[in-house]
């Protein structure tokens, strides 16, 4: 039996939570557990139907006009983007970990839409430890501009 792969994840968001603001962003690495990248996977995700641009991410984005447009290129319909998503987490060996950092809202959003929009949680469990998120590199799929200083690099918006 293959073993485990772990695999991180980097979104943007327009606001705090889902449902009232919208996932924009979502990469994806899949890493051997020392660490070995094995796949990537990213999708812009176009905004849900009545949701709003939350206040301080407005502020924010603003200072990014041109990240805030490469959201939007090529974006897919939430429900496409999150059975692709799906597929491609089914399609790795073994039994994927979801590998989050509490401090951030990557499983929140992640969780909430693929329940919403493909009906299921594909991982086989959650590890929701920050020191083993720490230890997977950023593979630098993120294709923000925002996201390619080191000073700011992994962190979700």
Same mark, same amino acid.
């Given at each position: 039996?293959?073993?485990?792969?772990?695999?991180?994840?980097?979104?943007?968001?327009?606001?705090?939570?889902?449902?009232?603001?919208?996932?924009?962003?979502?990469?994806?690495?899949?890493?051997?557990?020392?660490?070995?990248?094995?796949?990537?996977?990213?999708?812009?995700?176009?905004?849900?139907?009545?949701?709003?641009?939350?206040?301080?991410?407005?502020?924010?984005?603003?200072?990014?006009?041109?990240?805030?447009?490469? #959201?939007?290129?090529?974006? &897919?319909? *939430? =429900?496409? $983007?999150?059975? +692709?998503?799906?597929?491609?987490?089914?399609?790795?060996?073994?039994?994927?970990?979801?590998?989050?950092?509490?401090?951030?809202?990557?499983?929140?959003?992640?969780?909430?839409?693929?329940?919403?929009?493909?009906?299921?949680?594909?991982?086989?469990?959650?590890?929701?430890?920050?020191?083993?998120?720490?230890?997977?590199?950023?593979?630098?799929?993120? #294709?923000?501009?925002?996201? &390619?200083? *080191? =000073?700011? $690099?992994?962190? +979700?918006?």
């Amino acid at each position: 039996m293959p073993p485990d792969p772990y695999v991180t994840t980097h979104i943007h968001t327009d606001g705090p939570i889902p449902g009232p603001h919208s996932l924009l962003t979502l990469t994806s690495a899949a890493f051997t557990a020392d660490g070995v990248l094995t796949g990537t996977f990213s999708v812009n995700v176009r905004e849900l139907p009545g949701a709003t641009l939350h206040p301080i991410a407005l502020a924010d984005w603003r200072t990014r006009a041109e990240d805030w447009l490469v #959201t939007h290129r090529a974006s &897919r319909p *939430p =429900a496409d $983007a999150m059975t +692709a998503y799906a597929r491609w987490i089914g399609s790795l060996p073994g039994a994927p970990v979801f590998v989050a950092d509490t401090a951030r809202s990557d499983y929140l959003f992640v969780y909430w839409y693929l329940q919403r929009f493909a009906g299921l949680w594909p991982f086989a469990r959650t590890c929701l430890d920050p020191d083993r998120y720490a230890r997977f590199p950023d593979p630098g799929v993120c #294709t923000l501009s925002g996201c &390619r200083t *080191p =000073a700011v $690099a992994g962190i +979700a918006s």
